[in-house]
């Protein structure tokens, strides 16, 4: 049964996630005047097929790990085009349509997060209050005096350094240990300082300083919040509270919330070059499929944010300059806009063959990293 839910789960969240991100083409595509031949879900042989009046093929396929649009296209040559059609080619197009079209599959998986979040808070969520345990020795937060039982409360990004007992400017106010967390990942991913305001067991408030040289810095081999000294209290008597906001708040916590997950993952993905990041934390459809099953089984929410969470990473994934993905398509438009003049095909085509490489290589290690997680003893 439980592997039937995983099953049922993972197909409804390639569902969701592929269909967005393809829609946001189609939609776009339709909008600046481009015709759509085809939108398909998934590759291989197709299982259901619907064309439309205005001769777009909707096609359901096989191979349920992905999708795509294909537009009306000169340089296709398998596409004839007629001299009253050539106006609805995608190549006949300005530039800055042709990015548009581009890029809407990558910006629809940040607006499907934005709902998915913002749906979520106004159902109202349970929240792990910011109450600290006590820190580790040799932490930070135990050499700046912070004691088990203070409660996060607010937050400040400090642009500078500044002395321990800050206490001017405006802090934000911090909700949840969730939202703390993020906002932790935020500054250590980007090494920035920040100040604390907390409310101690007496209900006093004080301020803490987060000098940007004290912090640790983020290695795959150690863990930030042990050395940072932050974690929260998770025992039995901690009681949770509830999140719950209206649709306008909700809209706009959700985008604050998808700026600062998108700007985490970026600099993570960027720690992949740099090694900050460990290639291990790959995953792959053994991963979202566990993943999926799992948040499915707690609750529809939870199922909720792990579609919002997986869709922030799709439209960021898309947008990597890669031949194959939007962003290697982006980057040909930004060269195109910088010399005037587009990429030759035949320079597209050995670029394709390339990009084909790397990401068969990166599915092959998150496979790999799937297989080792999930398969050894």
Request: aromatic letters at 10%; charged letters at 15%.
């Amino acid at each position: 049964m439980q592997a039937l839910i995983t099953l049922a789960a993972f197909l409804v969240t390639l569902g969701i996630l592929v269909s967005f991100h393809e829609f946001g083409h189609f939609l776009a595509a339709r909008l600046c005047g481009v015709r759509v031949l085809r939108f398909a879900l998934g590759f291989g042989k197709p299982l259901f097929t619907y064309v439309a009046r205005n001769q777009t093929e909707w096609v359901v396929a096989s191979i349920p790990l992905g999708g795509y649009v294909k537009l009306l296209d000169g340089r296709d040559s398998s596409q004839t085009i007629s001299p009253e059609a050539r106006h609805e080619a995608f190549d006949a197009k300005p530039l800055w349509r042709r990015s548009l079209i581009v890029a809407a599959g990558p910006l629809a998986n940040f607006l499907l997060a934005i709902v998915l979040f913002a749906l979520i808070y106004m159902t109202g969520v349970a929240q792990l209050p910011a109450r600290l345990e006590s820190p580790p020795e040799q932490s930070l937060a135990a050499s700046l005096g912070i004691a088990a039982g203070d409660r996060v409360v607010g937050w400040k990004t400090l642009t500078a350094d500044v002395e321990d007992g800050v206490s001017t400017g405006d802090f934000e106010p911090v909700l949840s240990w969730n939202v703390l967390r993020w906002k932790l990942l935020d500054a250590l991913t980007a090494q920035e300082g920040f100040a604390l305001e907390l409310a101690g067991a007496s209900g006093a408030h004080y301020f803490k300083a987060f000098q940007k040289a004290d912090l640790p810095q983020m290695r795959p081999e150690t863990d930030p919040f042990r050395a940072l000294g932050l974690r929260p209290q998770v025992n039995g008597q901690v009681a949770l509270q509830e999140l719950k906001l209206g649709p306008w708040e909700a809209l706009t916590y959700a985008g604050e919330r998808v700026w600062l997950i998108t700007k985490v993952s970026t600099r993570l993905m960027m720690g992949l070059l740099t090694g900050n990041t460990s290639l291990k934390q790959l995953g792959g459809p053994l991963s979202i499929a566990d993943m999926a099953g799992k948040s499915a089984q707690v609750g529809w929410q939870p199922f909720l944010a792990f579609l919002a969470l997986l869709s922030i990473s799709i439209g960021l994934l898309n947008l990597v300059p890669l031949p194959m993905l939007d962003g290697g398509q982006l980057l040909y438009d930004a060269w195109e806009l910088v010399t005037g003049r587009r990429i030759s095909i035949s320079a597209q085509e050995q670029l394709q063959k390339v990009g084909f490489l790397l990401l068969i290589s990166l599915s092959l290690l998150a496979l790999f990293n799937d297989l080792q997680r999930y398969l050894s003893p």
